[in-house]
């Protein structure tokens, strides 16, 4: 088959400010999929990815953002990767099968072949090469990334049951209530445009259902606030948990790591792991200790933007990211954290595991740190935008909201 007949088109499911509830007080300043991790995009790692697939020609991100704050990332991404990147914008929700197909006019402009579809909220390595390939040798309508994860925590996601073999998708079932099996749905998938012919079978399915209900008033009124939107069509539920054991799903498994990033605990976590990716994909985004005495002391996977200010005497790792204009003074000691654009950390300070939000400072000898339970409510400090911890001030295991000031110090609080 000729390149002209394997164009493939990417689309990344960006949610919207309703669905990012649980990521403030950071979601506050930034949308969600432009928080960085690992001094990139969240969306950025799911998009870079994509160079990877052969014959590709356009990517999509969806979601209900204002077109206005994707524009200067959209605009500086097309050009990085000489690839067009086009945001669209749902008009109301539309379920995550729904919306995908709300755009099929836009999606398949390009007539591709295959269609990548990812959550921009998914941290891995995706292999989108090795599951394109794999897909064509599976010759189904759809491929998903799974993985195997604990029993214990299986039933948070979409459990399945794949055929040793044939990798066939026998059985799908979204967050069960009872134990199906240790293979997980990643989040990341290959269609070919079929996809839109099953999703729009299911879409007038559900009309027909509507107008049915519709000769009784009685009916009608009783069914009001169960049924689900006629155009609303879920991607687990209503598509792929029919479709198992059909001959047209099929799994693609991953040894690598994987997760969800849904709150600010997991962003930290996950920022750590696209660190340490980056010693394979991209080594020259890693700082590492310089000779000489001009350059600070560099443990494990460092981020550091280039216009930000690292005393020599700091020392800084494993698992640090410092954004732009970001001022780290002399004796800091930096250990997996996320330190946001304009921050200043002042001399002799401790920051661990936290995230230091935009334009915040921390006083001379001041400690800001977390347990480094990623999953906890308060299993790491977070400090929203513009806060300022003064000198000789303790923060332990605490979120404090934006434009706030901290004299005395506290444990495990909200400051609201």
């Known amino acids: 088959m000729g390149s002209s007949d394997e164009r493939v088109v990417a689309v990344i499911m960006v949610g919207g400010p309703t ?83 709300s755009f099929r006019d836009y999606i398949m402009e390009e007539n591709p072949s295959h269609i990548v579809l990812l959550n921009c909220d998914v941290c891995c390595s995706f292999p989108l090469a090795g599951m394109l390939g794999a897909h064509k040798t599976y010759g189904g309508m759809g491929t998903m990334l799974v993985i195997k994860v604990s029993a214990e925590s299986a039933s948070q996601f979409g459990e399945l049951v794949a055929d040793p073999e044939t990798k066939e998708l026998l059985h799908y079932t979204e967050k069960p209530e009872t134990f199906v099996s240790d293979l997980i749905n990643c989040g990341v998938y290959i269609f070919t445009p079929e996809i839109f012919t099953a999703i729009e079978d299911v879409l007038k399915q559900r009309k027909e259902r509507a107008n049915l209900r519709r000769v009784s008033s009685f009916e009608a009124l009783h069914s009001a606030t169960k049924s689900l939107p006629a155009d609303f069509a879920r991607l687990d539920q209503d598509i792929l948990s029919p479709l198992a054991g059909k001959k047209q799903l099929y799994a693609y498994e991953t040894l690598d790591f994987w997760e969800q990033i849904k709150t600010p605990g997991m962003s930290l976590k996950c920022s750590g792991l696209y660190l340490s990716q980056y010693q394979r994909t991209s080594p020259h985004l890693l700082t590492s200790s310089g000779d000489g005495t001009k350059t600070a002391t560099i443990t494990g996977d460092v981020y550091i933007h280039a216009s930000a200010k690292v005393h020599p005497s700091a020392k800084i790792g494993p698992n640090v990211s410092i954004s732009a204009n970001a001022r780290i003074g002399a004796g800091v000691r930096l250990i997996s954290c996320i330190i946001l654009d304009d921050v200043e950390i002042m001399e002799n300070a401790v920051v661990m595991h936290s995230i230091v939000g935009w334009k915040s400072s921390i006083g001379k000898w001041s400690r800001v740190q977390g347990g480094g339970d990623y999953n906890a409510k308060l299993g790491i400090t977070i400090l929203g935008e513009a806060v300022d911890v003064e000198d000789e001030v303790v923060v332990v295991n605490s979120v404090v909201l934006p434009n706030k000031t901290l004299n005395v110090s506290v444990q495990e609080e909200i400051i609201l």
């Open 19 to 101: 669905k990012g509830t649980r990521f403030r007080p950071l979601s506050l300043n930034v949308p969600k999929p432009l928080f960085p991790l690992a001094g990139q995009p969240m969306v950025h790692h799911p998009i870079t990815a994509c160079k990877s697939i052969p014959n590709l020609a356009q990517i999509f991100l969806i979601g209900f953002y204002e077109e206005r704050e994707f524009a200067l990332y959209v605009s500086s991404i097309s050009n990085e990767l000489r690839i067009p990147v086009r945001y669209l914008r749902e008009d109301k929700p539309h379920g995550s099968a729904g919306g995908l197909y």
